[in-house]
């Protein structure tokens, strides 16, 4: 899965040797409209698992994995988003979005990640933190692996954006767990339906 933030997400580092390093960005608890429902990312204590983009975590163009663009060197949680200092590589590849990235031409980031635990919540009701009114479905644990700097939000409002989807959820690289999960949901949203 991916999500993506807009304008003002990105901002480069000052002092010598900092060139090619940026704070970012990378996801927030704006609700998000998936082809299933609403799609919440918790961001409170202990809810994001921060280890493998911390550990191995690399910085993307538009989600390929082919395009390996820099590194992640920290990433933590800051006011309920999630934040990153990313550094570009010195390839030409790189260099191209780099440049791109210091003259503001690109502007959004999105994260790639996994959900590992969830909470569904039913129209007009609240969350179990209370924080949250449903309809939705609640990531509340959950693991980034990749950030991304992306070319096209399909929603470029301030804060927060979202690249352009097709009208069919993207299947490549799906695990089984992940449609078993998938399944579940809509069970669940099916049965919450014939309860009204």
Do not use: C
């Not at 949680?77 to 003259?103: C, H, P, T, W």
Request: aromatic letters at 8%; proline letters at 4%; a negative charge.
């Amino acid at each position: 899965m991916t999500r993506e933030l807009a304008a003002n997400s990105i901002r480069a580092m000052e002092g010598e040797g900092n060139e090619r390093k940026f704070i970012l960005s990378f996801s927030s608890e704006e609700p998000y409209e998936r082809w299933w429902g609403t799609e919440i990312l918790d961001h409170s204590d202990g809810s994001v698992d921060l280890t493998r983009l911390n550990e191995i975590g690399v910085l993307l163009f538009n989600h390929d994995r082919n395009r390996v663009i820099g590194k992640v060197n920290r990433a933590w949680i800051e006011n309920m988003r999630g934040m990153a200092e990313v550094e570009f590589d010195s390839d030409e590849d790189a260099d191209l979005i780099y440049q791109k990235v210091k003259n503001g031409t690109l502007k959004t980031t999105s994260v790639g990640y996994q959900i590992d635990s969830w909470e569904e919540v039913m129209p007009n009701k609240q969350s179990a933190d209370g924080r949250f009114t449903g309809p939705a479905d609640i990531a509340r644990k959950w693991t980034p692996y990749e950030i991304s700097i992306v070319s096209v939000p399909a929603d470029p409002t301030v804060g927060v954006g979202r690249n352009l989807e097709e009208n069919e959820p993207e299947t490549q690289g799906r695990t089984l767990d992940w449609y078993e999960r998938q399944l579940q949901i809509n069970q669940n949203i099916i049965q919450g339906g014939n309860q009204k």
